[in-house]
């Protein structure tokens, strides 16, 4: 006696499974415009992991950047958009990464270390007090 596909005892775990990975990943990159001239293979992408952390006091970005030398990383930042070019002799790194809020891009402060880059805002006044003369 054959058995049917939809008989199989792991089915249903697997699709559930599968279901919840891609719940997961559909949001991972909500924060990232990933530049359409450089694929995944030449820069950020599939394979490089860019993390946005948010508190009252600061916005802090954390990028991987393997086999790039500190010497060849510029970064700007307008307030609202970090931008991160770096390059090594296999690699370009060209991104634009949307901040969750504005931030004094003056306050920066970025570190790099074993092929981790760390930049560090501080989160831009919201509005500001407006004296009458």
């Given at each position: 006696?054959?058995?049917d596909d939809r008989d199989e005892p792991f089915d249903d775990l697997f699709r559930e499974i599968e279901r919840m990975m891609n719940e997961m990943m559909n949001?991972?990159?909500r924060n990232v415009d990933f530049d359409s001239q450089h694929g995944a293979e030449n820069g950020f992408g599939m394979d490089t992991h860019v993390d946005i952390h948010e508190t009252d006091d600061e916005v802090r970005v954390i990028a991987d950047l393997?086999?790039?030398?500190?010497?060849?990383i510029e970064l700007?930042?307008?307030?609202?958009v970090l931008t991160i070019s770096a390059g090594s002799d296999r690699r370009q790194y060209d991104e634009r990464v949307s901040l969750p809020t504005r931030?004094?891009?003056?306050?920066?402060?970025?570190?790099?270390?074993?092929?981790?880059?760390e930049v560090v805002f501080e989160p831009a006044e919201?509005?500001?007090?407006?004296?009458?003369?």
């Open positions: 006696m054959r058995r949001g991972a990159d393997p086999g790039v030398e500190k010497d060849h700007e930042c307008d307030g609202t931030v004094n891009e003056h306050t920066a402060a970025a570190t790099y270390n074993n092929g981790v880059l919201q509005s500001s007090d407006i004296s009458l003369e």
